[in-house]
Each structure stands twice: as C-alpha cells, then as structure tokens.
C-alpha cells in the first residue's frame, strides 16, 4: 500500500514515517508540509491513503480533504495531536470524505512511534476496504413492497447508516426534520469508540433534535436520536431495546450498518424507514435488501451528493433502494413518510 503523509510538524512526519515503515508492505508514496501541498500532489500521484493533518498552515486538513475528495479521491485517515480536543474539526473532515481519525503516534525515547499500533490497526482494516472487489449486480425485488397488514413490529423507527462523509450528511438529514419529530431515529455511524460520544455532542449541536449516545438495554423513545457507541455492534433485541455485542467479529467495521439491519428483519416492518448514506465500502447494502424484502421502505444517497458513493452504490447494485435520493431530500422523504410533512 502505498501512503502519502501531510503534516507541518517534522517530529510529527518522523513518527509516521516509522510507523509505517515498520510494516514491510507499506511504502511513503510522498510528503507534504501543508493541505495545498498536498492537494497538487494527489492531482499527480494519486496514493492508496492520505494520513491528513488537521491544523496546518495554508490549507488546513479539512480544506484539503474537500479539495481532494473532489478532484482526486482516495482513503483518508486524519491524524492528529489529539481527536477529542479537535472533534469538531474530525467531524467536518469526516463529513467530506475522511474514513477515520487518529492521534498522532509520538517518538518515544526508544525511538520507536508510541501509539502506532492503533494507527497501523486502521490502516490495515482501510487496506482491507480498498482491496474488496466490487459487487455484482444482485438479484433484489425492483417493486416496492407494500406494508403487511398486521405484521408485528417493535415500535415506528428511522435507522440510519453511514460511513465515511457520514457527519455531515446526517447533520443535514436531521437538521431538514421538523422540530417536533415523533419518531425515534438510530444511528450507525462507523466511528472509534473513543470519540462516538463526541459524535453524539456534535450532532446535538447541530440540528434541533435531541442527540446521544445509545445506551445497553436502551429503549427508543419518541423524537431521541440515539447514536451507535464505536467497540461493538448495536441490535434490536425482539423487546424493543438495544443491545450491544461483540459478535460477529470478522468484519471490518464495527459498529457494522448489516449487523443492525439485520436485527431489524424480524421485529420491525412496515414502521420503519431504513437510510444508508454515504460510506467507502459496502456495509448496510445487503441489510437494506433483506429490509426491503420484508416491507421496509429503504432509501440510499444518490452518487451526487455522496462524499464517498461506496455503500449506497452497494445498494443500487442489489435494488435495495425503494428510492434513491439527493441528501437535501433525505430529511422530507423521511417526514413524508410519516405523513409528517
């Protein structure tokens, strides 16, 4: 894999430059000191993963990610001194495309990089998402299948997945609901454990919805957003409450979009809506399938709007959308379905 590093700290470069040496099939595709740099470079040599700097003069990470995205798209991992102190900027590089975040490893007096562990972790797992082949078109229903009368279901609800660019493709989903939305809404996010309560706050602050963090044992509650702690995947028990659990554990990502539709399939039909938005991969599109053979209403972000049209492309391929929409008309498709609009 080749890995390009942008960062204005010549300590900071040295640590990463020894972290990823110390794996023998990772190679330094380029440096560059500062966002602008780094965009010119990308136009040129286009590396696997983009280990991106948050504060940086001249163009910050989060400026460089967008310019990147949009002209020259790869993996990005943002790395930096400390994610919980700069979430808010996570975030927005999230939203436009970023994978994931991490603190910088720093040189340690043995001269190793203390912390590359977690960085080396999330290169391989992004590796692993770079390297699946692609999906073939699935065989999915193309109709729309109409609620069941009578089927039971655990409670109306709105489940929302979402990857890389996802921040800021549910901030303008939740912001677009109306203010007095009935309708509990469960997020999944994929996102480090350590900083999904930051999520849960940022989007809080974002939209007039109240937004936290989805607690074991949980139980949905009418207009609450809950959002999926990072560490183990979320589910829909049979009573209506959330669970965590650490199974299945050979997956890429977890929280995981399949692992909670999934436990949508048997308890909960025709008061659901399930949305899977923008996100490298293909997490959550063979779960909107098996939710829309049941009589869910499904909907995927379209490939404009999309930082990253990875899992809702998934989705496209099996026909799991019942519509396939802009993020603008995410929000009102929602509330219309709910005859709330």
């Known amino acids: 894999m080749r890995i390009a590093i942008v960062n204005d700290s010549v300590m900071a470069v040295e640590s ?21 740099e780094a965009v010119d470079l990308c136009l040129g040599d286009i590396p696997d993963l983009v280990l991106m700097d948050l504060i940086m003069p001249v163009m910050d990470g989060v400026e460089a990610t967008k310019k990147i995205m949009a002209h020259s798209p790869c993996a990005i991992v943002v790395v930096t001194a400390t994610v919980s102190g700069n979430a808010s900027k996570v975030f927005q590089a999230m939203g436009a495309g970023a994978l994931d975040a991490v603190n910088t490893p720093v ?40 609620p069941k009368k009578g089927s039971t279901m655990t409670s109306r609800l709105v489940a929302i997945g ?14 677009s609901l109306p203010k007095n939305f009935p309708i509990p809404i469960v997020i999944v996010q994929h996102v480090d454990a350590q900083f999904a309560p930051e999520l849960a706050r940022w989007l809080d602050e974002q939209c007039e919805l109240s937004v936290s963090l989805a607690q074991h044992n949980g139980v949905l509650k009418a207009g609450k957003v809950l ?36 436990s949508l399939v048997d308890v909960a039909h025709d008061g659901v809506v399930a949305v899977l938005l923008t996100g490298m991969g293909r997490d959550g599109a063979q779960g909107l399938l098996r939710l829309k053979e049941k009589g869910v209403h499904t ?18 391929q099996l026909n799991a959308a019942t519509e396939i929409l802009s993020i603008n008309d995410i929000g009102a498709a929602i509330a219309a379905r709910f005859r709330l609009s």
């Open 16 to 36: 990463l430059k020894r972290a990823v040496s110390s794996v023998p099939e990772y190679r330094i595709a380029w440096i560059a000191k500062d966002g602008a």
């Open 227 to 262: 959002v999926a702690g990072g560490g183990e995947h979320i589910v829909m028990k049979s009573d209506g409450r959330l669970s965590y659990t650490a199974e299945p554990k050979a997956l890429s990502y977890c929280p995981s979009v399949d692992v909670f539709f999934g």
């Open 162 to 175: 979402a990857s890389s660019g996802g921040p800021h493709a549910l901030a303008t989903v939740l912001s």
């Open 107 to 146: 040189l340690g007096m043995s001269g190793d990089a203390e912390g590359k562990a977690e960085l080396l972790t999330k290169i391989k797992t992004i590796g692993r998402l770079i390297a699946q082949r692609k999906p073939e078109s699935g065989t999915g229903s193309s109709s729309t299948l109409s």
């Open 299 to 316: 909907i995927a972000q379209d490939q404009q709007s999309c930082a990253v049209y990875g899992m809702p492309k998934a989705a496209a």
